[in-house]
């Protein structure tokens, strides 16, 4: 059952990426940036697969997640703000966001302070929950947007580029042609591999707490 669920979830990136185009990519990485755990890792490579076939600007693909990461952090930015820990411990659960995030993510701000946000955003799971102790913290919001965009867009290009180079072998390589009937077959199989993945991974780290 939870295979199929996992499945109809890379259906759907797959499906909102390439019928939204950059909206789309936007839109997935929004997602992701306000604690849903739908990653990056999965976004940005199909993203990246479609530049390789000319769907895409490799360049505009950042771009756009970058703006998408912007658009989420400002959920997790006011749950931070508004609520504090109480109401991320409380509600963070139903999204998978466990207190081992929360507690990264506050170590790391705590460490770093206002560059926190921008180095986090290169980093992963610290990334997605960044923008949370940022909120907690009050940090001005121009500040934010500025260090989150400029922290995502080398995290969203250089996603889409290793998608980019994978694209560029499965549609040059005459032997991985002959074995699969189309790359979109092979990206939808390592797509709900690693969705099944990374949900396993969480349910099991909040089982633990």
Known sequence: MIERILGIL????????SSGGYLGIALLMA????????PSEIIMPFAGYLVSTG???LFLAATAGA????????????IGKRGGRPLAERWGRYVLVGPGELDAADRF???????????GRLLPVIRSFIAFPAGVARMPLVPFHIYTFLGSWPWCFGLA???MKLGDQWNKSPAMKAAFHSADAV????LVG???????HRVRGLKRH
Do not use: H, K, Q
């Open 10 to 17: 890379a259906t759907f990136t797959i499906g909102v990426i």
């Open 31 to 38: 997602i992701e940036s306000a604690c849903i755990p739908l």
């Open 55 to 57: 769907r895409f600007d």
């Open 67 to 78: 703006i998408g990461c912007n658009l989420g952090s400002i959920v997790a930015y006011e």
């Open 109 to 119: 701000f705590a460490r770093f302070g206002n560059m926190a946000v921008l180095i």
């Open 161 to 163: 580029w290793v998608g």
């Open 187 to 190: 990206i939808a199989v390592v």
């Open 194 to 200: 690693a969705v099944v993945f990374y949900i396993w």
